[in-house]
């Protein structure tokens, strides 16, 4: 298994690979049992998203030392396991060195000695540094995004990176295949514990992607952050509406349920792999008035109006980092400013493809103000024609993403 985590790890952190791409695809991969599945997914999700703290404990043995990236990995594995699993230190430590010997025998033994003096030092504290560096290091968050982050909310950025609780998996109940009471049935055969929240919102502990409720499309992951986008939008009946930015096309599904396929809806992408994946969850999920479009929101143009227009813009990822821990080290101010820019052409693009008392709702999964509250003043203090009916902000936690959704009228 320690193999696999390597080999993760180097793909994420090394080859700016995705999480949950990858854990995904090794998980499809392996032959585990459900207690190695976890173990696994638990060692490479908390040694990327602890990463920069990781590096900190390790900086008094490793300073000034020219360190392959492969063994840096291992002795990251080594120290987070030490000071998160509930396995015996002596365990972890000859495991990690057992690995790295079948693929550099002398590093192990660097390996070994490292891991070992590190059980006999004190564990480094804080105390010399100051605010912004502290949170910096405690919650693996680059500094330049700790200090935006701090300047938008001060102290409460604790509240979003804290969480050691263990994630939930959320999935919506499709109504186009299925019953609540079929989904129930199905869940409690297969001795699986769960919640149900609003009737259509399942949450459990268990992975479902491989279970004939998501094969079948009676259920898709979705988070409830995600899921209150439709419900703010609030689709009726013969409503003709573009969700501008779709894929994967969850939240276009969830409005054709909503509406029980009677209006239309166009799954709108810039991307043709992504039009593909769409139009897959489509015929999967039932949703047959959905139809795609491969356009850029930017630029595209219409020949006649929306009812409802969904921009689910692309943003920093500030509220997802439960599930893609690795956005916060690929992510950088200019990055985020270009992406602003982005979010602002597409708000401009579409607001002129509304109809008179139609509606425009924007959505991102960042917490960044500058990506939210700021961007619709500016939006709103250049289109008086436009008015807020509703804003909403949820802050990243261990049962949901950190989300921000506006519903605009147009008048």
């Not at 990781?54 to 990995?73: C, E």
């Not at 607001?351 to 917490?367: A, D, M, W």
Request: some cysteine; glycine content about 4%.
């Amino acid at each position: 298994m320690l193999n696999k985590i390597l080999n993760s790890l180097r793909e994420i952190l090394n080859e700016n690979g995705y999480t949950n791409l990858v854990v995904s695809r090794t998980l499809n991969q392996v032959n585990w049992n459900e207690h190695e599945k976890k173990l696994y997914t638990k060692i490479v999700y908390g040694v990327v998203e602890n990463k920069i703290l990781l590096d900190y404990y390790l900086q008094p043995l490793t300073k000034g030392k020219r360190i392959k990236p492969f063994v840096r990995n291992a002795l990251r594995i080594g120290v987070y396991g030490m000071d998160n699993l509930n396995l015996p230190k002596y365990y972890l430590v000859n495991e990690v060195v057992e690995c790295i010997k079948k693929l550099d025998y002398k590093a192990s033994t660097f390996v070994n000695a490292l891991l070992r003096k590190y059980q006999q030092l004190p564990k480094r504290n804080f105390d010399h540094l100051s605010k912004i560096e502290s949170y910096s290091i405690k919650y693996s968050l680059p500094q330049e995004l700790t200090k935006m982050l701090y300047q938008q909310y001060q102290d409460r950025i604790v509240d979003f990176f804290l969480n050691d609780e263990e994630i939930y998996n959320t999935y919506r109940i499709n109504p186009l295949k299925t019953t609540i009471e079929d989904v129930k049935t199905t869940l409690e055969k297969d001795n699986i514990l769960y919640t149900l929240e609003d009737d259509m919102i399942l949450q459990t502990k268990s992975n479902l992607i491989h279970s004939s409720l998501f094969q079948q499309g009676k259920i898709i992951a979705q988070d409830k952050s995600s899921m209150m986008v439709g419900k703010i939008l609030n689709p009726i009946e013969n409503d003709v509406i573009l969700d501008a930015c779709s894929a994967p096309g969850s939240k276009a599904m969830q409005l054709a349920s909503m509406i029980d396929n009677k209006g239309m809806i166009i799954a709108m992408d810039i991307y043709p792999h992504k039009i593909q994946l769409i139009e897959n969850n489509i015929a999967k999920m039932g949703a047959t008035c959905v139809k795609t479009m491969q356009a850029d929101a930017m630029n595209v143009h219409f020949d006649f109006l929306f009812d409802k227009i969904l921009i689910d813009a692309p943003c920093s990822g500030l509220g997802v980092l439960r599930h893609k821990p690795d956005l916060k080290y690929q992510m950088t101010l200019e990055k985020i400013t270009s992406i602003q820019k982005t979010q602002e052409q597409i708000l401009e693009n579409m607001s002129k493809y509304v109809k008179p008392n139609g509606v425009l709702v924007y959505s991102t999964c960042t917490i960044n103000k500058e990506e939210n509250e700021e961007m619709i003043r500016r939006f709103l203090f250049k289109h008086p024609s436009f008015q807020k009916e509703k804003e909403i902000r949820v802050f990243p936690s261990s049962k949901e993403d950190g989300f921000y959704i506006c519903r605009l009228r147009g008048y």
